[in-house]
């Protein structure tokens, strides 16, 4: 269209001085201005945004004829994977900010009155998956990935675990209770199918997730995924300073309250982007080189500690009774799973061995199982996570067009 001498880039001015019809199957780029003044939006509440060739909702102004449209037939709108979508929010400069719509602190409150926070990454318009974070962990740890997220073509849904973070406790909680908690979640962020991703301890959760909702889930992903931590493969592959964790769990929980209560004090300090000497030598001794190589990224470790940092914030207990779960017989029978299964680990892994995570796979049907010889537990993810994305991607491709959208959570 001629440019109009009014106009400008925060207020375009258009002519419309011709009509130019689409041709059957003609994809256009279109731009759709959200006047939101005077409506605040809050954490957990939804903007619906529904496109329609007509006004739904009568006209403008009363004794105003109503415009009807010349279009017919099916109009299809594309939006995610090549044809990305964004929100844009004005700014009092009369800028516009286009915003990821991330947030760290967002919060469902669940029907029995639970309330569970979760943080978001990535692009706002890509592919729905969520994000379970491994033991003792937060919400947070996607920060380790750093700018991986924003290319992910990936939106991330990170939740903390009850009693874990800002979650509320849930009392005597086990892994068919995360996936209703998950299913709520989903309900609530208006996703009828999505990805899961687990790194390290939240590979069961997955996988509990994978059996009970196998309408809902597309893909199951799982890195450096942790299992049965009491299990013959732990013990004959660990040395006993790599299974100690595990034991107190098991036999003492006291004991286990009080190494987390460590764990808590010391991570309560601000930590630096990288390691000091001290930390490396300290690290050298518990973890094969490839992990410590992950950590001597700037700004990782600090992201890491950052996510331990949170998950004991409010006190050990849900990080106690949680590692008590992975010591006991799980909720869910992971032989029943269905949807497409696969694993990932480093040949290096000192947290969880490589043959537990070989003995559980192969009791998945079809599931798959991809190693990285030279990786430890923390460098598998941190050095192959565009790969996994990569994975995510490819299971769940039709699901990426919408014909009526629904935004991403809007928050302060």
């Excluded at 809050?42 to 007509?54: A, C, D, K, T």
């Excluded at 299990?231 to 592959?237: I, M």
């Excluded at 990224?297 to 996510?307: D, L, Y």
């Excluded at 061995?353 to 009791?363: I, K, S, T």
Aim: net charge negative; hydrophobic share 40%; charged share 20%.
């Amino acid at each position: 269209m001629p440019s109009h001498p009014l106009s400008t880039n925060e207020v375009p001015a258009r002519s419309f001085d011709r009509v130019e019809k689409l041709s059957p199957g003609e994809i256009a780029e279109i731009e759709i201005e959200l006047m939101l003044i005077g409506l605040m939006l809050y954490p957990g509440e939804q903007l619906h945004f529904v496109i329609s060739s007509r006004n739904l909702l009568g006209t403008l102004m009363p004794a105003i004829e109503e415009y009807v449209g010349a279009n017919s037939g099916q109009h299809v709108i594309h939006t995610g994977g090549e044809r990305p979508c964004h929100l844009g929010t004005a700014h009092s400069n009369g800028g516009i900010n286009y915003s990821n719509m991330n947030g760290a602190d967002n919060e469902l409150i669940l029907p029995d009155g639970r309330k569970l926070c979760y943080a978001e990454y990535g692009d706002p318009n890509g592919l729905p998956v969520f994000y379970f974070h491994g033991a003792p962990s937060s919400r947070l740890e996607p920060e380790m990935f750093g700018d991986e997220l924003s290319s992910s073509g990936l939106r991330i849904i990170a939740p903390d675990r009850p009693g874990i973070g800002r979650s509320d406790w849930q009392e005597s909680r086990s892994f068919t209770n995360w996936a209703e908690d998950i299913e709520n979640l989903a309900d609530h962020l208006g996703w009828e199918t999505f990805a899961l991703l687990g790194n390290s301890g939240g590979g069961p959760y997955v996988a509990a997730c994978a059996a009970l909702l196998p309408e809902r889930v597309t893909a199951a992903v799982v890195v450096s995924g942790g299992w049965r931590m009491d299990a013959p493969e732990v013990k004959a592959n660990l040395p006993f300073v790599n299974r100690l964790f595990w034991i107190l769990a098991r036999r003492f929980p006291l004991g286990l309250r009080l190494l987390l209560t460590t764990m808590r004090k010391s991570g309560s300090s601000v930590q630096p982007d990288l390691p000091s000497e001290a930390d490396l030598k300290r690290l050298q001794v518990r973890l094969p080189a490839p992990d410590v190589a992950a950590l001597s990224v700037p700004g990782r470790m600090k992201a890491t500690s950052a996510s331990i940092a949170e998950a004991l914030s409010r006190g050990t207990k849900g990080e106690a009774w949680e590692a008590r779960m992975y010591v006991h017989p799980f909720s869910f029978d992971h032989t029943r799973i269905r949807v497409p299964f696969s694993a990932f680990h480093g040949g290096l892994d000192r947290n969880v061995p490589l043959a537990l995570v070989e003995a559980y796979v192969a009791q998945i049907p079809n599931a798959t199982l991809k190693v990285w010889p030279e990786d430890g537990h923390l460098s598998a993810p941190c050095n192959h996570i565009s790969e996994v994305f990569e994975v995510i991607r490819k299971s769940s491709t039709e699901h990426s067009g919408r014909v009526e959208l629904i935004s991403p959570q809007l928050g302060e």
